[in-house]
């Protein structure tokens, strides 16, 4: 008789002033992104990772995590403890797993790559070509990886799993800049990811600076993958600036035949524009900012109102990646005058005017 797959599994009890209350706040927080059940002290998340049952007991919180995967497993552990220590940040409470994945392991989503090719595709967007070993797991479960840039001189060096579940990391000049892109291609046979950079100018550009510099032989980290992608429907609209362009072009180049899809693309001019190949019937523009400053534009918002939508029964989904500001006048666009429900758009802050990194998709409530 074969082997059953088993689960791997996960357990952790918090000391919580509060416990009933985290629990609550943990729960309206992943209802936004995947199955939420709660029965009195009780509850349950469900996501494409994996689960997690919590129980609110009277001074701590007990948490099970559960998925297919060693990899799916410490997502959902790293979700976790993000945002109990998010929400319970005046207590700082310690979070110690135990069970499948240990702490001091390497991570299970990290990849360590080599760049093997670099080319413009247009004067403000270079592609590299990085190679790696076992990318199987790239192939689904979102659109966007993390890459780990080690800082100019210094050797790679990469993070461990911790005990609360989070990436422990090298500490001072050794600990890598960390930015979120987007695979444009995946070749698993070949072991092979393009990812598209837009060379921004300025100071605190890591991403920018390294594919701008990049050759043959340089390492990077790569973990993911994340991100969630686009649901099936008849109808798409996709929206986006230049940063989404790479994640646009993909979703596209995936589309069906039967499908239709509206795409509307803020880019700073019309030597920015890209040929984007599809199956799909495209109604494409270009928005451009011609000497605009990005993030101070509302092209792209404008252009998603005067979309004519479909009038009849056909499946709509709609998607779209831009700077914070314009996110937001998106997403409530999509959610309060078209009244799509949760499973039918996504819409992602990819950067925030004036702010680095990650810190777009915080507080995007």
């Not at 939420?36 to 948490?63: H, M």
């Not at 207590?91 to 110690?96: L, N, Q, T, Y």
Request: with cysteine; glycine share 10%; proline share 5%.
């Amino acid at each position: 008789m074969a082997d059953m797959p088993r689960n791997f599994k996960a357990s952790a009890e918090i000391v919580l002033s509060c416990p009933q209350d985290i629990m609550k706040r943990l729960c309206a927080h992943f209802a936004e992104h995947g199955d939420v059940s709660v029965q009195g002290a009780c509850s349950r998340i469900d996501t494409g990772f994996g689960s997690a049952s919590l129980e609110a007991c009277e001074r701590c919180l007990k948490v099970f995590a559960e998925s297919r995967d060693d990899a799916s497993l410490a997502y959902v552990k790293l979700a976790i403890a993000e945002h109990l220590l998010h929400f319970a940040s005046a207590e700082s409470p310690r979070i110690v797993w135990q069970g499948d994945g240990a702490a001091g392991q390497p991570l299970p989503y990290f990849r360590e790559m080599r760049v093997v090719r670099a080319v413009s595709v247009t004067p403000r967007m270079r592609r590299l070509t990085l190679s790696g070993n076992d990318l199987g797991r790239f192939a689904s479960g979102g659109l966007h990886v993390r890459l780990l840039l080690p800082k100019a001189g210094a050797a790679p060096a990469w993070p461990v799993t911790g005990e609360d579940g989070r990436p422990a990391w090298p500490q001072g000049e050794l600990r890598p800049d960390v930015r979120i892109y987007t695979i444009r291609r995946l070749d698993v046979d070949k072991g092979e990811v393009d990812i598209d950079f837009v060379l921004h100018e300025g100071d605190h550009m890591p991403g920018a600076r390294f594919a701008a510099c990049a050759s043959a032989g340089d390492v990077v980290g790569m973990t993911g993958p994340g991100g969630g992608t686009v649901g099936e429907a008849d109808w798409y609209l996709l929206a986006g600036d230049e940063t989404a362009l790479p994640a646009i072009g993909r979703i596209v180049e995936s589309l069906p035949a039967h499908a239709q899809a509206v795409v509307r693309i803020e880019v700073a001019d019309r030597d920015e524009e890209q040929h984007l190949a599809s199956a799909a019937a495209l109604d494409i523009q270009w928005l451009h900012r011609n000497g605009v400053e990005p993030g101070k534009s509302t092209l792209l918002e404008d252009a998603v109102r005067q979309v004519r939508w479909p009038g009849d029964e056909r499946r709509v989904f709609a998607w779209a990646g831009c700077e914070h500001k314009s996110f937001r006048a998106i997403r409530a666009y999509l959610r309060k005058d078209r009244e799509l429900a949760r499973e039918q758009h996504l819409a992602v802050a990819y950067w925030r005017f004036g702010f680095e990194g990650d810190t777009a998709r915080r507080n995007d409530g």
